[in-house]
C-alpha cells in the first residue's frame, strides 16, 4: 500500500474534542532530515498517503484586480471545472455492502450518546497512554479558542462551515461575496483554503493555482494573517514541498499558536522530513493547545511510524468515539481499516471500511482500502471491480498500480494489456502532477521501479531522498537501486527503512530480497518470512515473489 498521508484528513470542527496523551517519551528519529504520514496523510496526510491530486493550470480565480474590477473567471457556485460530487444520498440501501448497511444502522443509533461520552474518552486516553500521569484542565483556560478568534478574520464563511457543507456552494458563496468586499483577506484565505479542499475531495487540479493566487491576494492585503499562512503551508503540503510546509507553519504560529490547520500541517511536514521525534513533540504541542480528531489521527501515525501499534490503535479507537461528523467518522474509520490491513488484518479493517463507508459512501480512501482488503482476503473479484470504479473518478498512482498488479496476477486474456494501461495512466498523471507546481519524485520513483522506466525510478528516487529522509524515501531509493542491480548500495537504505519499527511488510520484502541478492540468505528468510507473517496480501505480485524467493532459500539450506 502506498505511503499513508493526512491529505483527506477533515478540515477543522468549530468545536473541541477530547484530548489524547501527553506522551513524555524521549523518541530518537533515523536520520533526522526529509520523510512521510500518507497518509498520510494524509496527513493525508496520503490518502495516503501520497493522495495529492494531479496538478494543472485550470480556470483562474479571479487576481485581484479583477474581482475589484467586477469580473469573475467561474460561474457562480464555484464549479468551473468538474463540480464536486455529491454523496448519494438515497433511503435505499440495495448493492449496498452489507457490511455498510448494518454499521450505518448502528451507527444512527449511537450517535446521540456521543457528546457526553467525549470527556470519558478523554481521560481515557491519556490514562492509557501515560498511565494517569497527565493533569487534566492544566493550562487550558480557554483561551485557545478566544485566541483563534480574535486573530482571524471573520469572512462570509468560515471553514468549518466549508467542511459541514456543500464546498463548491461554499465557494460560490465567498466568490459573491469577494466581489462585493474584494479587500476582505479573511475570505480571500478561507478561498485559497477551500480550493485546496476542493483539489483533495474532488481530485480537480486546477485548484491548487487558484488556491495559490487566492491565498496570495489574502497577504497582500494582510501580509501576516495566520489563516493564508497556514492555507499557504497545506498548500506547500499538498504539493509536497514539505520543507516549504514547514516554513509557512512556523509563520502562522508565530501570528496565532492556536491555529489548527497551521498545527496539524506542522506535525505533517516534520513526518515527511522524516523528523519522526520532532513530529511527536508536535503532535504533543497540538494536543496541548487544540485537541481534536485531526491531532488524534496524526499522533496515531507518528506512533505507528515508530512501530508502536498498539498505542496507534487506541488512539484511533478513542479518536472515533470522539468523531461526531459523517466526515470525521469517515476519515478515522479508514485510519483504523488501513492499520489493521498493514497488520493482515482483513476482517477487521473490512468492518473499519464499513463503518467509514456508512457515514460516506463516496469516500475515496475507504474504496480504495476495502478493494485492496477484499484482494488480501481472497476476494479477487470484487477487489478488481472496487478498483475499477476508484480509478475512474479518481485516477491517483496507488490504485492505478493497485489495479495493474491485480490484472498482471489474474492473468486473463486482455488483462495484460489492462495493467499496462493502468501503468500508463500513472506516468500521465506524472507529468501533469509536475505541471502543476507538485513533486512527483516518490509517486514516480515507487511506480517506475516495478512497472517502468528503472533508470527513472533510481533519479526520481534519489532526487526525493536529497529532500527529505523518511521510512518511505529510504524504501524507494532501496528498490530503486535494487532493480538497477545495485544491491551493495541498496542494502543499509532497506535498513533504514526498517529501522523505526514501522511494521510495514513491504519495506520488510524489499529488505529480504535485497539481502538475498546480497547474500545475506540468513537474514533474507527471516525478513521474507516476517512479510508474509505480518501482512501475506499486502501485493498480489510482491508476496508472489516474496513466497517463491523464502522457498528457494528453504530448500538451499
Known amino acids: ?24 517519551d524521549g523518541e530518537s528519529s533515523v536520520g533526522r532530515g526529509p520523510g512521510q504520514t500518507e497518509p498520510g496523510p494524509d496527513a493525508g496526510a496520503e490518502a495516503g498517503r501520497g493522495g495529492v491530486a494531479e496538478a494543472g493550470d485550470g480556470p483562474r480565480p479571479d487576481s485581484a484586480g479583477e474581482a475589484e474590477g467586477g469580473t469573475w473567471g467561474g460561474t457562480e457556485d464555484g464549479n468551473d471545472t468538474d463540480p464536486v460530487p455529491e454523496a448519494v444520498a438515497t433511503g435505499d440501501d440495495a448493492g449496498v455492502d452489507e457490511r455498510v448497511v448494518a454499521v450505518r444502522r448502528a451507527a444512527d443509533g449511537g450517535r446521540r450518546w456521543r457528546a457526553a461520552h467525549l470527556a470519558g474518552c478523554a481521560a481515557l486516553l491519556a490514562v492509557a497512554l501515560t498511565g494517569g500521569a497527565v493533569a487534566f484542565g492544566g493550562s487550558r483556560d480557554g483561551r485557545a479558542g478566544a485566541g483563534v478568534e480574535a486573530v482571524s478574520a471573520g469572512g462570509a464563511l468560515a471553514p468549518g462551515v466549508l467542511a459541514r457543507g456543500d464546498l463548491g456552494s461554499g465557494i460560490g458563496s465567498l466568490q459573491k461575496h469577494l466581489r462585493a468586499q474584494p479587500r476582505d483577506f479573511g475570505s480571500w484565505a478561507t478561498l485559497g483554503i477551500a480550493y485546496v479542499e476542493q483539489a483533495r475531495t474532488n481530485g480537480d487540479p486546477s485548484r491548487y493555482p487558484q488556491a495559490e493566487r487566492a491565498l496570495k491576494r ?15 503551508a ?40 522524516g523528523r519522526y521525534e520532532d513530529a511527536a513533540e508536535a503532535a504533543r504541542t497540538a494536543d496541548g493547545r487544540r485537541p481534536g480528531v485531526p491531532v488524534f489521527t496524526r499522533y496515531a501515525y507518528v506512533k505507528e511510524l515508530r512501530g508502536d501499534v498498539r498505542t496507534a490503535r487506541d488512539v484511533l479507537e478513542r479518536a472515533l468515539e470522539a468523531a461526531d461528523s459523517p466526515a470525521d467518522i469517515a476519515y478515522v474509520a479508514t485510519s483504523l481499516g488501513q492499520l489493521a490491513w498493514n497488520q493482515g488484518e482483513y476482517e477487521t479493517a473490512l468492518d473499519h471500511y464499513a463503518r467509514a463507508l456508512a457515514a460516506d459512501e463516496d469516500y475515496l480512501p475507504a474504496l480504495e482500502g476495502r478493494a485492496r482488503a477484499q484482494a488480501a482476503n481472497g476476494d479477487r473479484a470484487a477487489a478488481v471491480e472496487g478498483l475499477e470504479q476508484v480509478v475512474a473518478r ?16 489474474r492473468g486473463a486474456d486482455g488483462d495484460r494489456a489492462r495493467s499496462d494501461d493502468q501503468y500508463a495512466l500513472v506516468d500521465a498523471w506524472t507529468s501533469l502532477a509536475r505541471a502543476g507546481g507538485v513533486n512527483a519524485d516518490l509517486d514516480s520513483a515507487m511506480a517506475a521501479a516495478d512497472h517502468g522506466d528503472k533508470k527513472e525510478a533510481l533519479r526520481a528516487a534519489r532526487a526525493e531522498w536529497n529532500r527529505r529522509h523518511s521510512v518511505h524515501t529510504a524504501d524507494a531509493l532501496a528498490w530503486a537501486l535494487h532493480v538497477n542491480g545495485r544491491d551493495e548500495e541498496a542494502l543499509p537504505y532497506a535498513r533504514r527503512a526498517t529501522a523505526t519499527g514501522y511494521r510495514n511488510a513491504g519495506f520488510l520484502y524489499h529488505r529480504g530480497i535485497i539481502e538475498r541478492a546480497t547474500g545475506n540468505e540468513r537474514e533474507a528468510r527471516d525478513h521474507l518470512k516476517a512479510a508474509l507473517d505480518l501482512n501475506p496480501g499486502f501485493s498480489p505480485l510482491g508476496a508472489r515473489e516474496a513466497r517463491t524467493a523464502l522457498k528457494d532459500l528453504e530448500g538451499s539450506r
Open 1 to 24: 500500500m502506498p505511503p499513508r498521508t493526512t491529505d483527506s484528513a477533515p478540515e477543522r470542527r468549530d468545536d473541541d474534542h477530547p484530548r489524547p496523551d501527553q506522551e513524555t
Open 218 to 232: 489574502s497577504l497582500e492585503l494582510d501580509p501576516d494573517n495566520d489563516q493564508a499562512l497556514a492555507g499557504r
Open 234 to 273: 497545506a498548500l506547500a503540503a499538498a504539493r509536497h514541498d514539505f520543507t516549504g510546509a514547514l516554513k509557512d507553519a512556523d509563520r502562522a504560529l508565530r501570528q496565532n499558536p492556536y491555529n489548527e490547520r497551521a498545527l496539524c500541517t506542522r506535525i505533517d511536514a516534520l513526518v515527511e522530513l
Open 394 to 409: 479518481f485516477p491517483l498512482p496507488g490504485p492505478l498500480v493497485a489495479l495493474g498488479e491485480l490484472y498482471e496476477d
